[in-house]
């Protein structure tokens, strides 16, 4: 398939509420599954970071993310569940606006339930780096970014300027 633009702050369809996935729709995601895996190879080429993508990123208005750490890993239409009390503040990034950190808060551990290529349903215990991950990717498909769970006015940073952070 394709490496696709990804869409970036400010982008109108980035605040959109992604649309559940039907059944019937499962041999049609193929094509985007292959985009958003090129997309965040790309990605990870170019800036050395990115682990997940959400399909509104490429602006398939989807509840679709992708994931590749280990493995690939393909979440539809995810829902979190159980989080934590327990709470984590962290520097956080995004391809939708690479050269920007924003300090967040996230739980340190939920539940993710979702389903797989062959519309099996799966629940995974999400703990540290892969609850905040999927909490960010979830965000998405419901039109929150980053930006709008920052803690404070000054939760802002350009990537550039990790070294004081």
């Not at 950190?101 to 389903?115: G, S």
Request: net charge neutral; charged share 30%; hydrophobic share 40%.
């Amino acid at each position: 398939m394709a490496v696709r633009d990804v869409l970036l702050l400010g982008n109108p369809k980035l605040y959109q509420v992604c649309d559940p996935i039907k059944r019937d729709e499962l041999e049609l995601l193929k094509p985007a599954i292959t985009d958003l895996q090129d997309t965040l190879l790309d990605f990870r080429k170019r800036y050395n970071t990115g682990r997940a993508i959400a399909a509104p990123q490429i602006g398939i208005m989807k509840r679709l993310i992708y994931m590749e750490i280990d493995k690939s890993q393909v979440f539809i239409n995810p829902i979190i569940t159980n989080r934590s009390k327990k709470m984590i503040d962290l520097w956080d990034d995004c391809m939708s606006f690479p050269e920007l950190l924003v300090y967040v808060r996230r739980h340190t551990q939920c539940d993710i339930k979702f389903l797989d290529l062959e519309w099996k349903g799966h629940t995974m215990t999400l703990k540290d780096d892969l609850s905040e991950l999927l909490q960010h990717e979830c965000d998405h498909l419901d039109g929150i970014l980053a930006v709008a769970r920052a803690i404070d006015s000054k939760s802002f940073a350009l990537r550039s300027q990790r070294k004081f952070l």
